[in-house]
């Protein structure tokens, strides 16, 4: 995008140095939190995503705008997960500047993949001599996309905050079912890409686009993928509110573990579900009568619990898992083991205990379940959780749904069970909630959510929450929900369509690459 002076012999305007640029787009990154719940401002996200690229093509070199797109990462991370401040040290007893040193490691290492995906994007524009319509439409949104992609399961993925979950409620909602949160955000980064356009002599052209893109995405938001199965279900949805100083305090223990039994037993409930280990302790140090007790209740009043609680299989191997209590006497127990652990919280990465020995947290080294496990069978329902950080593989949870445990149907309802309480009164619980708002559009199928002190909430297969419990207090939540059968393309394809197309972009931009070259070869004048 060139600028040029009114008069031909007047000097060029002064360059702004790579620090300045840095400055813009870390202060741009950090501004796109306002663009995630609580707040749903989601054009900001790309306005965000516009003055990166911006700047990215103003820059003089591709180190340069690798260190752009290095700032406007660490801004976009670190204000859009200061919270984790909050668990380090409030509650794992860091002491606070390491705390803080900490978040700000994790906002410099996620920084990197954007520094990757914009000085790849601009070492391809100048070695290709990519026109500015290819560079802004092609080229900038796949390498963004891409690279939140590879930050989605490079050692082990951080996903939280993909851009794509800023649309959740937006008119690009309608995409999800197809291409995910990834190929959302791919969406958002060429809307940012056409609008830095509307300067350019293609600017009808990019605003035609980013009205259709949009237009589309409306369209799309009304076709329904999947169909009502069997007939809907009662549940009841605990919200324990344990503080977090007192949820693994032995004092406190027993006092939980009766709250916990008494709001199960306070009234019946096809579904009864509790949050992340409601019981801290694995079951052979609870009380003798107390799974016995809530087995009789089930079976009395025709209830299924799924109850949060630690497994140990051995002495050194124990999950993250619930057990489902099924309401018919000599039933199986059912079990769900956690497959996708947090690193640091759930599992020490290879050459890291160090780093979790200055904390203190409990159940700090788990052993993961299994990629594919069983639904849990509920009336006519296929009711399928996930713990906590799991919901923000959607592509994992696509793949359950796609290819269920063998001799099952897919599940007809999805189950999230957290304990969010790490990071107190933050903003992390409303983003979690918007996250398996993303899970429930890629889907179609509803989400229970049943946490220790919020979001509580039902939602249904379109993204929209139908109830929900205020968070930090003690309570229920009593919904009945419809269960949904069939598939999205997504649950189909997974992340392959997105990936193809932003594929088919990048091959787009070097054809582009080509012709423009040709052009400029037979007329100088028409090149660009």
């Not at 949104?141 to 937006?170: C, D, K, Q, V």
């Not at 749904?401 to 304990?419: C, F, I, R, Y």
């Not at 930090?472 to 929900?481: H, K, W």
């Not at 999205?488 to 012709?515: D, E, M, S, V």
Request: glycine residues 10%; positive net charge; aromatic residues 10%.
């Amino acid at each position: 995008m060139r600028f040029r002076s009114a008069r031909p012999d007047a000097p060029p305007p002064p360059q702004r140095s790579t620090r300045g640029r840095m400055a813009i787009a870390a202060l741009a990154g950090a501004a796109c939190v306002f663009a995630f719940a609580p707040f749903g401002w989601w054009p900001l996200q790309i306005l965000g995503l516009a003055v990166l690229f911006y700047q990215v093509l103003r820059s003089a070199t591709p180190k340069s705008a690798a260190l752009v797109g290095w700032a406007f990462g660490f801004g976009w991370t670190a204000a859009g997960t200061h919270w984790l401040y909050v668990s380090l040290h409030n509650f794992g007893g860091m002491a606070a500047p390491l705390a803080a040193a900490a978040v700000a490691l994790l906002a410099f290492g996620m920084g990197a993949y954007v520094a990757l995906a914009m000085g790849g994007a601009a070492w391809l524009r100048r070695r290709w001599a990519l026109p500015l319509p290819a560079a802004n439409l092609l080229l900038l949104p796949a390498m963004w996309a891409l690279f939140e992609w590879i930050r989605g399961w490079l050692f082990t993925g951080f996903p939280w905050l993909s851009a794509g979950y800023a649309h959740n409620h937006g008119p690009l909602a309608g995409y999800a079912a197809i291409v995910g949160v990834y190929g959302l955000g791919w969406l958002a980064a060429v809307c940012a890409g056409a609008l830095l356009l509307l300067a350019h002599r293609t600017r009808w052209r990019a605003a035609g686009l980013v009205a259709g893109i949009m237009a589309a995405g409306l369209g799309l938001g009304q076709l329904h993928w999947t169909h009502a199965e069997g007939k809907p279900i009662s549940v009841r949805l605990l919200q324990g509110n344990i503080p977090q100083d007192e949820k693994f305090n032995g004092a406190h223990v027993m006092t939980t573990l009766r709250q916990y039994q008494e709001a199960i037993m306070a009234a019946p409930a096809d579904l009864i579900a509790t949050p992340e280990t409601a019981v801290v302790l694995l079951p052979q140090q609870l009380p003798p009568d107390y799974l016995p007790t809530l087995a009789q209740f089930t079976q009395k009043t025709g209830s299924s619990l799924v109850l949060g609680i630690p497994l140990a299989d051995s002495p050194s191997v124990y999950h993250n898992s619930v057990i489902g209590i099924a309401p018919r006497a000599g039933a199986a127990v059912y079990r769900y083991d956690k497959h996708h652990l947090v690193p640091f919280g759930e599992f020490i990465p290879l050459g890291f205990r160090w780093f979790v020995d200055l904390m203190s947290i409990p159940l700090g080294d788990q052993t993961r379940g299994a990629a594919v496990q069983p639904a849990l069978a509920v009336k006519d329902q296929r009711v399928l959780p996930n713990i906590c950080y799991e919901d923000l593989f959607g592509e994992e949870i696509a793949e359950q749904l796609n290819h269920p445990a063998a001799g099952q149907l897919p599940a007809t309802l999805l189950l999230n069970v957290s304990n969010l309480a790490w990071f107190g009164a933050t903003i992390a619980i409303p983003q979690h909630l918007q996250i398996s708002q993303m899970r429930t559009l890629e889907t179609g199928r509803p989400m229970l959510r049943a946490t220790n002190t919020g979001a509580t909430a039902v939602i249904d297969g379109r993204g929209v929450v139908r109830a929900e419990l205020a968070p930090d207090t003690r309570g229920t939540l009593a919904a009945t929900v419809q269960g949904m059968a069939g598939s999205t393309p997504y649950i189909l394809w997974g992340n392959k369509l997105f990936l193809a197309l932003a594929a088919l972009a990048l091959g787009g931009a070097w054809l582009a690459a080509r012709r423009n070259a040709a052009s400029r070869a037979k007329n100088p004048a028409q090149a660009g």
